[in-house]
T-cell receptor, first 110, second 116 residues
Framework: SQQGEEDPQALSIQEGENATMNCSYK?????LQWYRQNSGRGLVHLIL?????REKHSGRLRVTLDTSKKSSSLLITASRAADTASYFC??????????FGKGITLSVRP | GAGVSQSPRYKVAKRGQDVALRCDPI?????LFWYQQALGQGPEFLTY????????KSGLPSDRFFAERPEGSVSTLKIQRTQQEDSAVYLC??????????????FGPGTRLTVL
């Protein structure tokens, strides 16, 4: 079963614009992670935010976490064509395994 | 250093055939995970090892699925009497620590299994 649900399912933007993706989950978590997947490089870890953190930055990525609403958002600023991929949120409920959502397909038009 | 590697990258099996999928984790990583990813879906957890111990196999869909990691390094996922619904990409991941707060998992490229 999949715990996370990403929103929107698909997103198409122009290069240089910002992309915002949302994730909702159902149970208490230890941390939440975002991954990117494309055919060329497989599934790549982007960023991890712990349950006691509210916001985290890494390069052009900004992730927020609202545990009261059981939701997270991933912001990619100044998008590039190379950001075109599927993005997944994954929750860790402190039992080590990750529970992934269905993913968001991001297309960045040059 | 080398990342997680998996072999074969592609496998075509006839229904009823047994298959074995191999995962080489990053050297020194304690934890190893197997996930199944159906087309258009996110990965779903199958099983988890800490060193050679299989601590969680709750995600294995049936008793046709079996995983092992006998020396705490390389792992093999075996599927017996394959069915068409087993067609998916099988992903292996490893992480340095035992889990918990810093459970960043590093994924291999996956094995795409097609059952005819």
């Amino acid at each position: 079963s999949q715990q996370g649900e990403e929103d929107p399912q698909a997103l198409s933007i122009q290069e240089g614009e910002n992309a915002t993706m949302n994730c909702s989950y159902k149970t208490s978590i230890n941390n939440l992670q975002w991954y990117r997947q494309n055919s060329g490089r497989g599934l790549v870890h982007l960023i991890l935010i712990r349950s006691n953190e509210r916001e985290k930055h890494s390069g052009r990525l900004r992730v927020t976490l609202d545990t009261s609403k059981k939701s997270s958002s991933l912001l990619i600023t100044a998008s590039r064509a190379a950001d075109t991929a599927s993005y997944f949120c994954a929750t860790d409920e402190a039992n080590s395994k990750l529970t992934f959502g269905k993913g968001i397909t991001l297309s960045v038009r040059p | 250093g080398a990342g997680v590697s998996q072999s074969p990258r592609y496998k075509v099996a006839k229904r009823g055939q047994d298959v074995a999928l191999r995962c080489d984790p990053i050297s020194g990583h304690v934890s190893l995970f197997w996930y199944q990813q159906a087309l258009g879906q996110g990965p779903e957890f199958l099983t988890y090892f800490q060193n050679e111990a299989q601590l969680d196999k709750s995600g294995l869909p049936s008793d046709r699925f079996f995983a092992e990691r006998p020396e705490g390094s390389v792992s093999t996922l075996k599927i017996q009497r394959t069915q068409q619904e087993d067609s998916a990409v099988y992903l292996c991941a490893s992480s340095l620590v035992r889990g918990g707060t810093y459970n960043e998992q590093f994924f291999g490229p996956g094995t795409r299994l097609t059952v005819l």
